[in-house]
C-alpha cells in the first residue's frame, strides 16, 4: 500500500511544481523549455528530487537551473499551498539528462545504419 501512495505523491507533486515553474516562478534566467520528468520522494516524504529536462543551450541550461535552484524554497512554499500534506517536502532540483542521452544514443545508431 504505501508504494501507491508514494507513486501518487510522485505524480501529484510532479504536476503541481510542473505548473508552479512554468507559471509563478518569475525569474528571467529561466529560458528554453523546462519540464519535470519525474519526481522522487523520500520514505518519510521528507525530500522531494525533482527532476528536469531544460531544452536550449548549454548557456540557457545552466542559467536555468541557477534560477531554479534558487527559487526551490518559493517552490516548497507554493506546493504548501496546492498539496494538502502534514509535511510538505524540501525541494530539491537536479538536471534530468536521460533524454539527451537517448537522442544522442539514437544519432549514433543512426550514423551506423547508414554507414
Not at 33 to 52: C, E, G, H, Q
Amino acid at each position: 500500500m504505501g508504494k501507491h501512495r508514494s507513486g501518487r505523491i510522485n505524480e501529484e507533486i510532479r504536476k503541481n511544481v510542473s505548473a508552479i515553474i512554468n507559471s509563478k516562478v518569475k525569474d528571467p534566467r529561466l529560458a528554453g523549455m523546462i519540464s519535470v520528468t519525474r519526481v522522487d520522494v523520500t520514505n518519510d516524504f521528507s525530500y522531494a528530487k525533482v527532476f528536469v529536462s531544460i531544452f536550449g543551450s548549454e548557456k540557457e541550461k545552466s542559467d536555468s537551473m541557477k534560477a531554479l535552484k534558487k527559487s526551490e524554497g518559493f517552490i516548497r512554499k507554493e506546493l504548501g499551498r496546492t498539496i494538502s500534506m502534514r509535511h510538505i517536502p524540501q525541494v530539491i532540483i537536479e538536471l534530468d539528462e536521460g533524454l539527451e542521452y537517448g537522442m544522442n544514443i539514437e544519432r549514433i545508431l543512426k550514423e551506423i545504419k547508414d554507414k
